[in-house]
């Protein structure tokens, strides 16, 4: 088991964010949280990066504990994170962004060019702006940007906060591509998304996430055909092939 939270509790202030929060993702997943605004989706992602700290309750990564650890550490030993609104660096350029996310890489020049051809042949619209100040990117490249910037680590485990927010549907469908193929090289995925047709679609398994508590876990496949799923995530009567499904945002 690559990472493993028990009874994860999280605030904000006396706001009880996370309600005893426990869930899995095995070496090689796909895993996607699925749920309506304020859930506490992005919440979940930011506790297991170090970025929120935890009221009660465990996370282990790689069966150690990682409670309290800061988030830079927690790059190093292989956890990156891609976060909601994408957080590049506007006045630094694409290559210049991607290189911020080796920083923690061992290996040398060497290791950081082979990271940077990895991405290239992911994003090769990042390759064409590779000197291109980041700012001046749209927002799919942008997303593309901040995906690859979390690459740039050699994560072991990849956290995706929303990557299809605010994309027309062509990049959408080509973003998820992207990500399945970031999977099937190697790397295991968790993933918050709002268009939950498509999660559900390209994951292995799935949680849903109501007011801070799990409520549902189940196969993706399982609760992409599950009715209660479809009418709250997914529209009601949108079929689970529909590549213009989406869920709520959150």
């Known amino acids: 088991m690559l990472l493993e939270l028990s009874d994860v509790r999280v ?3 006396k706001v009880e964010a996370l309600r005893g929060i426990s869930l899995t993702v095995d070496e090689g997943e796909i895993v996607t949280l699925i ?9 979940t992602l930011k506790t297991i990066s170090g970025l ?22 927690l790059v190093e030993r292989g956890l990156s994170h891609a976060p909601e609104g994408r957080g590049i660096f506007p006045g630094m350029t694409v290559v210049e962004n991607l290189e911020m996310g080796a920083y923690a890489r061992k ?8 990271e940077l051809d990895r ?8 390759l064409e702006r590779r000197s291109q100040p980041g700012g001046t990117l749209s927002g799919g490249e942008q997303q593309m940007l901040a995906i690859g910037r979390a690459l740039m680590a050699g994560p072991k485990l990849l956290l995706l906060d929303e990557p299809s927010m605010g994309l027309a549907p062509m990049l959408v469908a080509q973003i998820f591509d992207i990500i399945t193929e970031i999977n099937r090289q190697g790397t295991t995925i968790l993933l918050v998304e709002q268009n939950a047709a498509q999660a559900l679609r390209r994951a292995h398994r799935a949680y849903v996430l109501e ?7 189940d196969t993706a ?9 479809k009418a709250a995530y997914l529209g009601g009567d949108i079929s689970p092939d529909d590549p ?7």
Not at 119 to 126: H, T
């Open 244 to 250: 213009e499904a989406s869920g709520t945002p959150g």
């Open 221 to 229: 496949a399982a609760l992409l055909d599950d009715e209660s799923v």
């Open 119 to 126: 991405v290239y042949g992911l994003f090769p619209r990042l």
């Open 11 to 13: 605030h904000y202030g």
């Open 52 to 73: 929120r700290p935890v009221t009660s309750g465990t996370i282990h990564f790689e069966g150690r504990s990682v409670v309290d650890t800061p988030a830079h550490k």
């Open 107 to 114: 290996g040398g020049r060497s290791m950081v060019t082979a």
């Open 211 to 217: 007011t801070g508590r799990i409520v549902r876990s």
């Open 35 to 43: 749920g309506g605004n304020g859930a506490g989706k992005s919440t």
